[in-house]
């Protein structure tokens, strides 16, 4: 997994580096100058260009401009400074007084085959005064391609978000990743993030990180002959209303392709004829309903809880305080894993989410922004901006694991998180979050902990995803069950990695 650190847990980590570590700090400069220019000169070298322009500020980031400058420039490019600030870092300083060649004192009208922004570091904030915003606009007006300087400037590298700010083709992020690389609009303003370890060491075990593959191959070990389908656990579905008939299959379909040995599916009684034989390889069972939804029903809870591993439940059922008893009952008496998506989400911020204070179960929640937003009770800007830390917090508070669903997922206990890249705009579609509680429960059913459970179940949905829109050759006409059709693959493919991480 790699490592994924907040703004301030980079800065604790340079000065871990040079003060206790010793590293001096110019000797940081330049091997971070170093990997920009690497960088820089494979773009040029692809591309053809010869000719670069470094955009520096007068922080840190900009003595990294600098120093790549120089570098490109003894390897024989042709290289000019746009230098933004009169008032450099020391280390900026000496990096400029380096540098040999053209040094410009207004960006240029000249066209660049590649521009290096250095203009902001992660330590940027706010919205960029007229004559860096002016800088910014040049940049992505100028035609070129732009090689950033471990982040876009501009970008906020906590959450992703910004003002006015450079759109790059390539990121060089230096010592390790930051969130907002990942997270809101920072993935599309990053281009091709490349992760360059310069020596700085950190002082304390990360937060984050970023998952891939080979991080749940364990998760899919080749399996022993002599089992049976209770060996890979029960996992149980509680879905569906009249409204919304579809979810209820959707999830149990995910959840049979991902390992478990069986699935429950329950449904309101008046969708129960019609479902008959639709999924033959789940146990359908008629649950009590009313108005064509759930009715709280303890005897039908317990039946359903037993032999369970795990439960999902809220999948198109409708917001309803039946749903909300039903939820709380669960909780209470519940020893397995329960899964907590859609309207069940609705329902603890209608009827109270006090109820996850106190429970027998393991819980892992699965909301999309708007969703958690009303769980949380902050504005949806906020959690927008801010959602990774406000997710951390949530579930500290209330002892859950929780998904926060986006082109980035976030899945974290209040103690570690997880981001997950992994994915496709073609998962924009109805149906999505029902096909990835289905997988998440099996996941769980199988024995596997909440934060992995969530972590891969995103991994795969996204994974599955990708192929999808692989196979239609677009990301628009991609549906929930194209998705399902392609959790096999996606399944093979983190069973691939553990025959390889076996090697």
Known sequence: MQTVLTCAEMRAADKYTI????????ALMERAGEAIADETEKLLRETGGRSVLAVCGGGNNGGDGWCAARL??????ETAVFSLSEAPSPDCAAQRSLYAGRILSKFPDEKFD??????????FRSAPTERFAAAIA??????SKVVSADIPSGLNGDCGT?????????TVAVGELKGGLLLADGADVCGKVVRKDIG????????????????????????KKNTNKGTFGKAVMLAGSVSYSGAPFLSAEAALKCGCGYVQLAVPAEIFPHCIGKLPEAILTEFPSEGGRIRFDEEALQSLMQGANSVAIGMGCGVSRALYDALAFLLSEFRGTLVIDADALNSLSEYGVDILREKSCRVILTPHPKEF????????????????????????EYGVAVLLKGHTSVVTNGRFSIFNAEGTPALAKGGSGDVLSGIIASLAARGIGTMDSAACGAYLLGKAGNFAAEEAENEYSVTASDVIAKLPRAVSFIARASSEAQK
């Open 72 to 77: 490109l420039a003894e390897r024989g490019f």
């Open 114 to 123: 590649v521009i290096i922004d250095a203009i902001f570091g992660t330590g």
């Open 19 to 26: 003060e206790t570590l010793g590293v001096p700090s110019q």
């Open 373 to 396: 937003s009303r769980l949380c009770g902050k504005p949806l800007d906020e959690v927008l901006k801010n959602g990774a830390a406000s997710a951390k917090e949530f579930a500290a």
């Open 200 to 223: 700085i060491r950190l002082p304390a075990v990360p937060s984050a990180g970023l998952c891939g593959a080979d991080d749940f191959s364990r998760l899919f070990p080749a399996r």
């Open 138 to 143: 040049r940049i992505n007006a100028s035609g």
């Open 162 to 170: 910004f003002v006015s700010c450079v759109k790059a083709d390539v």
